[in-house]
T-cell receptor, first 122, second 114 residues
Framework: AQKITQTQPGMFVQEKEAVTLDCTYDTSDQSYGLFWYKQPSSGEMIFLIYQGSYDEQNATEGRYSLNFQKARKSANLVISASQLGDSAMYFCAMREVSRYNAGGTSYGKLTFGQGTILTVHP | DTGVSQDPRHKITKRGQNVTFRCDPISEHNRLYWYRQTLGQGPEFLTYFQNEAQLEKSRLLSDRFSAERPKGSFSTLEIQRTEQGDSAMYLC????????????FGPGTRLTVL
């Protein structure tokens, strides 16, 4: 079964500095996708960045980049130039291949980690 | 607003009552997912629809839970005979077949069972 591990319950960073949030995963599938979501106190899950298992380049989206190390099964999120508004819970997630049919189809069911609370200090 | 919407945003009910939540996905999205998130945890998958067909249900979805997507557009999640353990945030997400790198979530419905 797929599993996502986020070992940092909480992280602190000074405004304008960079921070790395760790994520490791376990899967026996060759094809999978990794996501990062931000969840502010309001509760909404905000999509940040995606990395496919066959993507050779690390994904980047503005201040967010994903440090994908396939051999180590890690997909760490790097936030550059932290802002006060970045304070939130961050979740790493993996898209699973479904086994509901004989062939197995990836339809997007996500398995989430436990999350990391990021606090940005002024 | 063209994002995923959920209604209500908050629901307080007494144990034993039935509750129903609604999710309206992004209009062209044919895939719809329900997740449940308890305090301090990541979301857990409940069920998945492709168009109107419910193709997978988690074992978390006891027989008190039922979900529908009758016309392949909006979906409802009903919980019968609620229990205190049902208190959680219920999240709906949608995506478009062929765009597996995107899955957008709604604001969630926070259920409190007294």
């Amino acid at each position: 079964a797929q599993k996502i591990t986020q070992t940092q319950p909480g992280m602190f960073v000074q405004e304008k500095e960079a921070v790395t949030l760790d994520c490791t995963y376990d899967t026996s599938d060759q094809s999978y996708g990794l996501f990062w979501y931000k969840q502010p106190s309001s509760g909404e899950m905000i999509f940040l960045i995606y990395q496919g298992s066959y993507d050779e380049q690390n994904a980047t989206e503005g201040r967010y980049s994903l440090n994908f190390q396939k051999a180590r099964k890690s997909a760490n999120l790097v936030i550059s130039a932290s802002q006060l508004g970045d304070s939130a819970m961050y979740f790493c997630a993996m898209r699973e291949v479904s086994r509901y049919n004989a062939g197995g189809t990836s339809y997007g069911k996500l398995t989430f980690g436990q999350g990391t609370i990021l606090t940005v200090h002024p | 607003d063209t994002g995923v919407s959920q209604d209500p945003r908050h629901k307080i009910t007494k144990r034993g009552q039935n509750v129903t939540f609604r999710c309206d996905p992004i209009s062209e999205h044919n895939r719809l997912y329900w997740y449940r998130q308890t305090l301090g945890q990541g979301p857990e998958f409940l069920t998945y629809f492709q168009n109107e067909a419910q193709l997978e249900k988690s074992r978390l979805l006891s027989d008190r839970f039922s979900a529908e997507r009758p016309k392949g557009s909006f979906s409802t999640l009903e919980i019968q005979r609620t229990e205190q353990g049902d208190s959680a945030m219920y999240l709906c997400a949608s995506s478009l077949e062929g765009r597996s790198n995107e899955q957008f979530f709604g604001p969630g419905t926070r259920l409190t069972v007294l």
